[in-house]
């Protein structure tokens, strides 16, 4: 059973920071390249970063301007997303997500690469 729980959201200040992290099992991690995913209110996922197996390349989507970090922690199964200069639009619920093939990755993934997918964790960014 594949099973990916995210943690670490919360409400933060517009320019603040949020690291979210999440644990996985069930699966051979390191095979497996991994995402962030976010939905915002009234509005579809939208894919925010991967990272491959390995953990050395990394790929993000515009909207993150360079503001978000991917990394992941084979030893302990986990992948995390560190935020930065947040803003209201941040505003959503974070998922992790598993990439449906092992070994292979696409840098711009679409919602159907992905075949499991935590519960999700909520980031607020408001005053």
């Known amino acids: 059973e594949v099973t990916l729980v995210e943690s670490g959201g919360g409400l933060v200040q517009p320019g603040g920071s949020l690291r979210l992290s999440c644990v996985a099992s069930?699966?051979?991690?390191?095979?497996?390249?991994m995402s962030w995913v976010r939905q915002r209110p009234g509005r579809a996922r939208e894919w925010v970063s991967i990272i491959n197996g390995g953990g050395t390349i990394t790929s993000y989507a515009s909207h993150t301007e360079d503001r978000f970090t991917i990394s992941r922690d084979n030893t302990r199964n986990t992948i995390s997303l560190n935020m930065n200069s947040l803003k209201p639009e941040d505003t959503a619920v974070y998922y992790c997500a598993k990439y449906s093939r092992p070994h292979v990755y696409e840098l711009r993934p679409n919602m159907d690469d992905f075949d499991s997918w935590g519960q999700g964790t909520q980031v607020t960014v408001s005053s």
């Open positions: 069930g699966f051979t991690f390191s095979d497996y390249a």
